[in-house]
């Protein structure tokens, strides 16, 4: 059976794409230790930073700068770790990187620094997701929520409503296991009260929850209306306004097209299904408007892109809204319109794509739409497994004030036991031996 | 009968013994049960009660394979009382007082009168074994059995050693010796042995308590049962149990004697139940609660003894009779047997098979107290089953198996496998996470299939099961069909527990889901509730409509969870190996040797992290 120990040493380049001041080459493993060695001709201080020159094997100088050695377990991986900090730029970096290749390293998968350092239990599942996240982090605001997720303050938050929630459980457990005692003080009221106190905080935590998962995960939007609403031009003031990451370059101008976006912290991906008719006889077109209705089905936010001067008030979808998915209907072209006459629908947005006119409001109305609050202080990097936990734990939560209502101690303590197990999922099983060991310490119980 | 070769070789005569030798039995097996005294089979040597939250339904799943647990106390049961009886039928628990006489002559009976039992009376001194594979026994006079199967019952015997106050001294439960010779031979084989406590209160003269002074508390009416079985037997007498309590002055009494207790003055290592503390433990551990209770039980209808649950102790005699006189009722009472602590060696259960046979010796397997556990229901339960094994070992047939969802008995083995014994280990039905579904009342349909198919129970028991089954098939269907108009006599009825009136048309079973309407309040209206519904019927069937949507949860968590649960984990998986593990989860997993990542999962400490670490080595 292979061992993470006799895993191959890997290695990769740490710092980001393009020329940059320093550039480091990241290397983990069993063999790291030696090829350090090899370099400095003698054995390297952990943490300590050796100036050194790497040179080829024909003597031809490749780079000059930092080496520094970290010594498994006390390091990222948990394994020998070694960083070397040379000059940025893509040349001298991937020189580097081959360089340590050719002393016996191979290329690290992705992702497979932060997979060592779970698997050596450097981080829990939800700290190595917060690496991840950070990674890959599509806005400002993700990256400082990846990095307090990373600190363990999602996990902190959590911790504190499973306490609670194990407090409420050793009352109703010990109510059904020892119902002959005589527990001082074991009422039902408090219990209630003390779970409607949870519940009003694992709702706000779950608001908190998703914000973080709307910021790390992003999500989707998409315009839809009829040709000449103006889509194309609401499309390009919002990519251009709200700097555009990715163009995608699309096959014909009948097919999708998409855009990046960072939404006051929500990275938002748009599309736009430009020049789409229902009603086409185009074979091309016709393949277009499947993809938009796939897209459609798929979006969290519907943008229904509308002429002012056009009387056809209909918006339907033509399947209806899915229960996740929202809309927003926009008027478009009111530079054209004499204000005072149009009649104003309360949840619209009247815009003008072309002179930006109330695009302040549709971007408030569509991260209102979204669930996004600009309050970012608090926020965590979630994941949707997190945000389901807590969904459950409060789906138990709820449960469990009926059946207090319903007088039903067991199934009360079924619902407890669900949410408990619910928020288990985040941080970790309890054993029903341990729930014990509680009930003990709190009541002298026994014969 | 020497020379004669045994398929089951049971040692051991109490509740595990009992149940082994007589599942054996039934199962076709010829069986030998050794003890150390013939008179003494199916003693209850603590308190006198059978059942209790958790227990009782450990006794309704011994009786529902057809053991003798169930029947003997109700032939002995001189108080019932059913615990929970106001919460619902998951957690309700029934607790029956037995005369000691009369459950040691049923169990006795039992025993004695089947005709592939033999028993011998002889201490056990050593085990015969052959390429690691148990042969059979020697016993204390030299005598050889030859056997297949050995099952080890050996309760508080191995090793055991009394307290009171300062004086200790060996002893298997006060009157009776130690198994010293096997206790040192068992020690010599590679199982991890460990030692724990027990204690017991000192029992009372009843001419000497006054009675009038305390709490009386009656039993139920009407009598209860713990078997299943129609009771043919007349039963027993009923009488009351009694309530009273510690004060201040026992406290210190007891508080200004600490020094003198073997568990304060280090005498004593064995670790104690945290939920059976001694007197001194209560008083040292919550020197604010100003009393403690004390219930007063009933030693047998012609005993002249009583049994003052609550107040176990190892103080010396003269404290004990101190503190007792200074409780309300007891001023005058006589000590009629000291109170003590016993400490015993038992074996890591972690160390044995999920049919409770041994991992290093074959054909072996250890049932009760010798792992760690506490309680007759706990040890018969587990005899039951090692009994079961034993004999389907001997005849070559697949082990029997109890999932966590199927049983209490399934949560015993498994909790005993996967957490080993840290302390006497005691069933609660918070230890059950399945514990909607594992009720008192369903456990004979939970398990009587399975007790038949190995024929563990008669023609008889199987006749009356079916028809209740049958019975409860009949009545979900006639409250699936059966419809309520509004303005009908019917809804009139039901609207007399509601506090509105119905306006539309509603099924039966869509008014019993309500929680203000169940049975008990449709008894009067003879289409609602037939004259000729049985009342264990509409019970079963009131807790199918009630916990329904709880209960289809719990079956989708359940197939959820059953892959893990059938995802092996190889038993010479090199834990030690994987460095991604830190060292005390593989030091754990190397003790435990997990079957299954369901049973890791369990195992306290190995973590969620931990599990999927070890996934990703099976996958590689």
């Known amino acids: 059976m292979k061992t993470y120990t006799n895993r191959a040493t890997i290695a990769a380049i740490a710092t980001a794409q393009g020329p940059g001041g320093i550039g480091i080459v990241r290397l983990s493993g069993a063999y790291t230790q030696k090829i350090a060695q090899n370099i400095l001709g003698k054995a390297p201080r952990p943490r300590y930073a050796h100036y050194t020159k790497l040179v080829d094997s024909q003597g031809s100088l490749i780079d000059e700068g930092v080496l520094v050695f970290f010594k498994g377990p006390h390091s990222f991986t948990g394994e020998d770790v070694l960083e070397f900090q040379g000059h940025g730029g893509t040349f001298v970096l991937q020189s580097v990187l081959e360089y340590f290749l050719g002393q016996g390293a191979v290329l690290a998968g992705p992702g497979e620094f932060t997979q060592r350092a779970y698997l050596n239990q450097k981080m829990d599942l939800a700290q190595a997701e917060a690496v991840a996240d950070l990674i890959t982090a599509g806005s400002k605001t993700a990256a400082r929520a990846a990095m307090q997720s990373l600190s363990g303050r999602f996990s902190e938050q959590v911790r504190a409503l499973h306490d609670r929630l194990v407090e409420l459980r050793v009352w109703v457990e010990a109510f059904i296991d020892f119902p002959e005692e005589d527990l001082e003080g074991l009422q039902f009221s408090p219990v209630a009260a003390a779970l409607q106190g949870l519940l009003t905080d694992l709702q706000q935590f779950l608001a908190l929850t998703q914000q973080g998962e709307l910021i790390t995960s992003g999500a989707t939007a998409i315009i839809v209306g009829k040709p000449n609403a103006g889509k194309s031009s609401l499309f390009n003031t919002l990519a251009a306004e709200d700097k555009a990451i990715v163009t995608d370059i699309a096959g014909t101008t009948r097919d999708l097209i998409e855009v990046r ?18 009603d086409s006889h185009d074979p091309i077109e016709k393949i277009g408007i499947e993809r938009a209705q796939q897209a459609l089905s798929r979006a969290d936010l519907i943008l229904w892109v509308k002429d002012i001067a056009d009387k056809d008030l209909s918006f339907v979808l033509p399947h209806g809204l899915a229960a996740h998915q929202k809309q927003i209907i926009v008027y478009n072209k009111v530079d054209l319109q004499d204000n005072q006459k149009t009649h104003k629908e309360e949840d619209a947005v009247y815009i003008s794509a072309k002179n930006s006119q109330g695009m302040d409001a549709l971007r408030e109305a569509m991260k209102k739409a979204l669930g996004h609050h600009s309050n970012v202080d608090g926020l965590v990097s979630a994941r949707h497994r997190h945000v389901q936990a807590i969904k459950q734990a409060l789906v138990g939560v709820e449960q469990g004030i009926n059946c207090i209502q319903m007088d039903s101690i067991e199934l009360l303590a079924q619902s407890l036991r669900d949410a408990h197990e619910a928020l288990g999922e985040i941080l970790g099983k309890m054993t029903a031996d341990e729930m014990l060991g509680k009930i003990f310490s709190t009541f002298c119980i026994g014969k | 009968m020497l020379g004669k070769y045994f398929d089951v070789i049971v040692v051991g005569g109490g509740h595990a013994g009992t149940e082994a030798a007589h599942a054996a039995a039934r199962m076709g097996a010829e069986v030998l049960l050794v003890t150390h005294q013939i008179e003494t089979v199916g003693q209850m040597s603590c308190n006198p009660a059978i059942g209790g939250i958790g227990k009782s339904h450990l ?44 459950y040691k002559q049923a169990v006795q009976s039992f025993i004695l009168n089947h005709e ?48 009171i106050g300062p004086t200790h001294f060996q002893g298997g439960r006060a009157g009776d010796p130690p198994s010293n010779q096997l206790a040192k031979r068992l020690r010599a084989l590679p199982f991890r042995v460990g030692r724990l406590k027990t204690g017991t209160p000192p029992r009372l003269d009843k001419r000497t308590v006054r009675l009038d002074e305390l709490e009386v508390q009656w039993g139920e009416n009407p009598l209860p049962q713990l078997s299943f079985l129609k009771s043919s037997m007349p039963r027993p007498e009923q009488v009351p149990c009694y309530i009273t309590y510690t004060n201040e002055k026992t406290h210190e009494i007891i508080r200004s004697n600490l020094s003198q207790s073997p568990l304060f003055s280090g005498n004593i290592t064995g670790r104690g139940p945290r939920y059976c503390p001694s007197i001194e433990d209560k008083i040292h551990r919550f020197s604010e609660k100003d009393r403690h209770q004390i219930f007063v039980e009933p030693e047998g209808l012609k005993s002249v003894e009583l049994y003052p649950s609550g107040i176990s102790t190892s103080l010396p005699y003269a404290v004990q009779e101190q503190y007792i006189r200074s409780i309300a009722g007891f001023e005058n009472a006589k000590i009629t047997r000291p109170g003590y602590a016993i400490e015993y060696d038992f074996f890591d259960p972690r160390d044995l098979r999920s049919n409770l046979e041994t991992q290093y010796i074959e054909n072996l397997f250890f049932a009760g107290q010798i792992n760690g556990t506490t309680g007759y229901e706990e040890a018969a339960a587990q005899g039951i089953y090692a009994g079961i094994n034993a004999t389907l070992k001997a005849q070559n047939k697949p082990a029997f198996f109890l999932r966590r969802d199927e049983a209490y008995l399934g949560v015993l083995i498994d909790d005993l496998r996967t957490q080993g014994a840290p302390e006497p280990y005691r069933m609660f039905t918070s230890r059950a996470e399945y514990r909607l579904l594992l009720r008192e009342d369903n456990a004979d349909l939970r398990l009587t299939d399975r007790a038949h198919e190995m024929g563990l129970i008669d023609k008889e028991r199987f006749k009356q099961f079916s028809s209740k089954r049958e019975n409860i098939a009949e009545e979900l269907l006639r409250i699936k069909k059966l419809v309520v108009h509004p303005g009908t006599e019917q809804a009139v009825w039901v609207e007399k527990h509601l506090d509105h009136q119905l306006t539309k048309e509603y099924h039966l079973q869509e008014l019993l889901l309500r929680p203000e309407i169940n049975y008990e309040k449709l008894k009067g209206d003879e289409k609602l509730y037939p004259a000729d519904l049985c009342s264990m019927v509409s019970a079963q069937v009131e807790a199918q409509v009630k916990y329904a949507g709880y209960i289809n949860r719990q079956q989708e968590e359940i197939e959820r969870h059953k892959k893990h649960e059938t995802t092996k984990l190889p038993s010479d998986f090199a834990y030690d190996k994987i460095t991604a593990l830190s060292a005390e989860v593989r030091e754990k997993l190397m003790q435990h040797r997990p079957e299954t990542i369901g049973m890791a999962s369990r195992i306290p400490g190995v973590t969620p992290a931990a599990i999927s670490v070890l996934l990703v080595y099976l996958r590689d």
């Not at chain 1, 976006?261 to 229902?278: C, F, N, Q, S, W």
């Not at chain 2, 108080?79 to 919460?87: E, P, V, W």
């Not at chain 2, 026994?137 to 099952?151: E, Q, Y």
């Open chain 1, 261 to 278: 976006i960072d939404l006051a912290g929500v990275p938002l991906k748009l599309i736009d299904t430009a020049g789409l008719r229902e």
């Open chain 2, 59 to 102: 006794v309704k799943e011994i009786d529902a394979l057809g053991g003798v647990m169930g029947q003997c106390a109700d032939q002995a049961g001189i108080h019932y009382r059913i615990l929970n009886a106001s919460k619902g039928p998951a957690v309700r628990a029934t607790r029956a007082q037995a005369d000691r006489q009369l």
């Open chain 2, 116 to 163: 592939r039992i033999s028993l011998f009376q002889d201490s056990v001194e050593d085990l015969m074994i052959e390429n690691d594979c148990v042969k059979g026994i020697i016993t204390n006079t030299g005598v050889k059995f030859f056997c297949h199967s050995v099952v080890l019952t050996t309760g508080t015997f191995l090793g055991g050693v009394i307290h």
